[in-house]
């Protein structure tokens, strides 16, 4: 058996520090220093007072480890496989997301552009300026916080993006198991289903084309 208490709060405290902080690392990276201070200063409040409203509703489904275990070895594997960190195969989405990821690891903050030394190409459609990047970029500050800090190589701050990942996934499915008071393995099957799984219609689309026009013929001769 869990120490119930103590999983409870430390689940909290991740959840609660998943979501506050890459704001506070945003306002400490992009704003001016007496602006940052100040929201940092009413983000930690409501942190306070978030924790403290959760905390004092002591609703726990921390039943076994058995269960939280294999939820672990699950997100992994579901992660590993959704192609974050560069693991394994990635679908088109990545090309733009990748890039952001690097430019925020390696760039000064906040990120900007000169355009001006950009090819003609891209001068012709974006113009020549000095232009900051704006993008919902907050999920991968942490991550990139560490990589710029620590200088940390390009392999390595993948992994970490994907333990970044696995760790909010878990949190996800626990805070879920939490409002219903019950380790529900419904949760985690929901979650899985409803991702899309693209690497199978890709698989279909490159393997089976004629699958495409088959099915189609084969319903309208049976209606």
Partial sequence: MFHRFKFDTLMIIGAEAYII??????ACGWLKPLVALLCCGVLGNFWWRLHRSFISKRILCAETKTFWISIIIISAIWVYFSGIGSLVYQNSDYWVRNPIFEDLSTYSWPVAYDLSLEPDLVKNICGDDRVAFSYYLCWWLPVAAISKMGGV???VRNIL??????????EIIYLLCRKLNKCSWIIPVIMILFSGLDIIPYW???NKPELFTTLPRMWLKAT
Avoid: D, R, T
């Fill in 21 to 26: 902080l890459p704001i506070m690392i945003f």
């Fill in 161 to 170: 993006l994907y333990l970044w990942a696995v760790l909010g996934i878990i």
């Fill in 153 to 155: 190589e390009y392999n």
């Fill in 204 to 206: 279909i689309c490159n």
